[in-house]
Structure formats: C-alpha cells, structure tokens
C-alpha cells in the first residue's frame, strides 16, 4: 500500500517483545526500518528480500555456461550426451542457490 505523501502519520501503536524476539524481527526486516517492515508486513505488502550479490555473480557465471551451452547446439544442430550432462550440472547448481537463497524463506 503506497504512502501518499500528503497524508502525515500521526497515530502510533506500542508493542511489547523480548530482547530476543526484537533480534528476531531485526533478522527479518526486508526494509530499511522494522518499523516501515513492520507497517508493510501488517498492511498486506509481500516484502521483496534484497538479492545476495553473491549470488547475481554465480546466476551470471550458470547464465554465461548455458549461453555457451546454446551456442554450441546451434553450431553443431543437436546435443550430445556431454552437453545434456552439462545442462543437467547447471540445473542441479540452479536448484542448490534456490534452495540456500531463495526457498523456505518467510
């Protein structure tokens, strides 16, 4: 839900947590502020998680094998069997970063 710039926040709400339940909502804030987390979180917005650039470098370099991947098939019009296990490898290396990254999170 978009703030209007217009419209002021004037109204506050108070909550109670733990010292460890407050460390728990800071490891699983999406925004920049628990509290604009918190309002999103509570309003309805699926907060987008911030991409590892860890793993942007490792998505390019499976990106870069399966460009390679494609190049060759066109040239040579057809896949042997070394490519087919090659594209079994990124597959199986795209499914380890989604499932260490992506996956299961809340």
């Known amino acids: 839900m978009p703030n209007n ?4 926040r004037t109204r506050e ?3 109670r947590v733990t010292d460890d339940e407050l460390q728990q909502l800071h490891n ?3 925004d920049v502020t628990l509290a604009g987390w ?3 979180l509570g309003l309805g917005v699926s907060p987008i998680k911030q991409a590892d650039p860890e793993l942007v470098r ?7 094998n399966l460009n390679q ?9 057809g896949l042997d069997q070394n490519v087919l296990k090659e ?5 199986g290396l795209i499914g380890k970063l989604l499932d260490d990254n992506l996956r299961g999170t809340p």
């Open 28 to 30: 699983r804030k999406a």
């Open 5 to 8: 710039r217009s419209t002021k």
């Open 13 to 15: 709400i108070t909550i």
């Open 69 to 77: 991947t494609a190049k060759h098939a066109n040239m040579n019009k």
């Open 38 to 40: 918190l309002r999103n």
């Open 58 to 64: 490792a998505l390019g370099r499976i990106g870069s």
């Open 87 to 91: 594209i079994e490898v990124i597959r």
